[in-house]
């Protein structure tokens, strides 16, 4: 983690007020990137821990690793310092032995490869990329929504559920500042390795929940959410965004409304009704997106004979702060 980028995290603890987490670094190189610390809150004394240069602001550190085990006893073979092998080991006596797993957006999960292959790894010499009558790149999405959106040099961006971090890097040549979260160690780590290879200075990530970020509200001009509606409950997720953007700030979004591979949610949608709920959540959808339902190709692979080839809406919205009247 930059060590600049202690300044935009607050305590998540403090659910009313603002209280900003200090940087206690244990390990740093090059004078700025901090490879092992703690992000701590002077208030409550809540320490949050960087590891592996991912900070990890989650309010129960205990019930983010239960289904980590496999990254847990990583990190406790990897850690540098005693002070982090102690707060790892004191993190596990919490832990419900009855309920150890393993995320499926982890390195050992599922998913992982599959993502990794949408925003990185895909070749044009792919079984079902080269037969496809079209030249598609399944990390197309990103490209065709973030490109057609004008530039805000003065400006902060926020990429939930960022996953590799393809579209944050992307975004982050239209914004001044460009953060990207996601609830996957994998990811993040993988996502800031990239920033360092294509040098981009103006963003950052960090493993945080879309549903209770360490932001300050109104901090964001833009919030990006691409593939995430049916995963989460999409009420309160808006009612978050509403919170982080400034006035008349934009929402992004770009989904197909339905992921096969998921437990059902208890509500789905579809393009129209989830324009309703982004109306009702106090967003006004941009008229050259209100009623017209996008088909932006979107694909997964998940094994040499299996994909999953998805056809994604795009939706723009922008934060109003009250309802209209007729």
Known sequence: MKKQFANHLLCLQHEYKDVRLSLVPLHIVNDNECIEGFLQCSHCETIYPIIEGVAIVVKNFSEYIQTRTSSYGKWLLKTRTDKMKGFLRE??????????????????????????????????TDRLLSSLRWRLKPNELYNRVIHGLNP?????????????????????????????????????????????????????????????TPFSSRKFDSVIVFNMINLI???????????????????????????????????????????????????????????????IPWILKVSERTYLFYFVDFIRARKISKHKTG
């Open 233 to 295: 409950d999409a009420s309160k997720l808006l009612d978050t965004i509403h919170s982080l953007l400034k006035p008349l700030g934009y929402i992004i979004i770009a989904d197909p409304f339905d992921f096969n591979y998921e437990p059902q949610p208890q509500i789905r949608f579809d393009s129209q009704s989830f324009r309703e709920l982004l109306k009702n959540s106090r967003f006004e959808v941009d008229d050259k997106t209100d009623m017209k339902e996008s088909y």
């Open 152 to 212: 805000k040099m003065d400006g902060m961006a926020l990429d939930m559920g960022c996953s590799f971090g393809y579209s944050t890097l992307t975004l982050s040549r239209k914004f001044a500042f460009t953060i990207g979260i996601d609830l996957s160690f994998s990811f993040i780590k993988e996502a800031r390795k990239r920033m360092y290879e294509y040098r981009q200075g103006n963003v950052e990530f960090c493993v945080a929940d879309s549903l209770l």
């Open 91 to 124: 993190a596990s006596k919490y832990l419900k032995l009855s309920q150890l797993g393993k995320d499926r957006y982890e390195e050992d999960g599922v998913w992982y490869a599959p993502y990794r292959w949408t925003h990185y790894d895909h070749e044009s």
